[in-house]
């Protein structure tokens, strides 16, 4: 099967290695050469560490890397059987991407996406083979997180269903189905948690090292609230916050002020050094 990601980034790049592993001929694509470049080091640099930990053979490392092809053009992928995106979470950028990609990639072709919260089923629209398309949606980091949470669009076939829960088998991934709401399952559910965890510091229930211990201990979660939440990036969780919010209209999934506040500050958690703690 010929397999397209695309999109490089830390997401993309998890992809495209598992698709490689699990056999499948990979083209991966991002908008330049330099993020394929940083893309492959990292699948280079994961690869490594699985043979380091006996978790696969060298030969096989190197396998995987020869199945792996990089473009910048988008024309590329016209003989793909399965294309799954992995861009950034704007849902102006997917909607063009998916317009053009319904133009290119053969009638057969089957498109994915892995987004966390834009709407399937308008993207689906927007790709112009409705039946065609599904949620794909990977957890991060992909090498190590078994769980693929497909997405029906309210158009979704069977066939296409089908094809997906074989191919994320195929990847060693256990495949959950559910419908297309805001959110779906995991971040419906999740999400609610973070932002009442990050209501909790600002109420002054507790302190986040207080929080965190409170869920990892008395709960059993391998993490805390408040780190995951750093981990995932407050940006992200306001975001996806918002979609909640928006979509289902209920005012419980109201994103805490606090959370706001942080964004609006640049303390977005790991990735810029500083959230509710400092890295
Ligand atoms: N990071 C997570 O924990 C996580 C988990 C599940 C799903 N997701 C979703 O996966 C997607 C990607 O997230 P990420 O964390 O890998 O982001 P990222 O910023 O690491 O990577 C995004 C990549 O897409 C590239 N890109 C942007 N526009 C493009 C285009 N038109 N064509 C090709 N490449 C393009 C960027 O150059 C970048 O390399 C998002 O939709 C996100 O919501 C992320």
Do not use: W
Not at 66 to 71: D, F, G, H, N, S
Not at 195 to 213: K, L
């Amino acid at each position: 099967m010929n397999f397209g990601v695309i999109g490089a980034g830390q997401m993309g790049a998890g992809i495209a290695q598992v698709a490689a592993v699990a056999g499948f001929d990979v083209l991966l694509r991002d908008v330049e050469q330099r993020f394929l470049d940083r893309g492959m080091a990292g699948i280079e640099k994961s690869l490594a560490k699985l043979v380091e930990k006996n978790k696969l053979e060298p030969s096989a490392k190197e396998a995987a890397l020869a199945r792996i092809k990089t473009t910048i053009s988008l024309e590329d992928f016209s003989d793909s059987d399965l294309v799954v995106e992995a861009i950034l979470e704007d849902k102006k950028i997917k909607l063009e991407l998916f317009a053009s990609l319904g133009k290119i990639v053969k009638p057969s072709g089957v498109l994915a996406s892995n987004t966390s919260s834009i709407p399937i089923t308008e993207l689906a629209t927007a790709s112009g083979r409705p039946e065609q398309f599904i949620g794909m949606h990977f957890m991060n980091p992909v090498p190590l997180m078994t769980l693929v949470e497909v997405i029906r669009g309210y158009l979704t076939s069977d066939t296409t269903t089908n094809l997906i829960l074989e191919t994320a088998e195929k990847m060693g991934k256990t495949a959950v189905q559910c419908n297309d709401y805001p959110g779906f399952v995991s971040n419906r559910i999740l999400m609610p948690m973070l932002n009442e965890a990050i209501q909790c510091v600002m109420e002054g229930v507790a302190t986040p090292q207080a929080i965190d211990q409170i869920m990892k201990l008395g709960m059993n979660h391998p993490m805390g609230p408040i780190t995951l939440a750093d981990f995932i990036g407050l940006d992200t969780c306001l975001a996806i916050m918002e979609v909640l919010h928006q979509g289902l209209g209920d005012d419980k999934y109201r994103a805490s002020p606090l959370l706001r506040k942080m964004v609006q500050g640049g303390l977005l958690g790991r990735k810029s050094g500083q959230g509710f703690y400092k890295y």
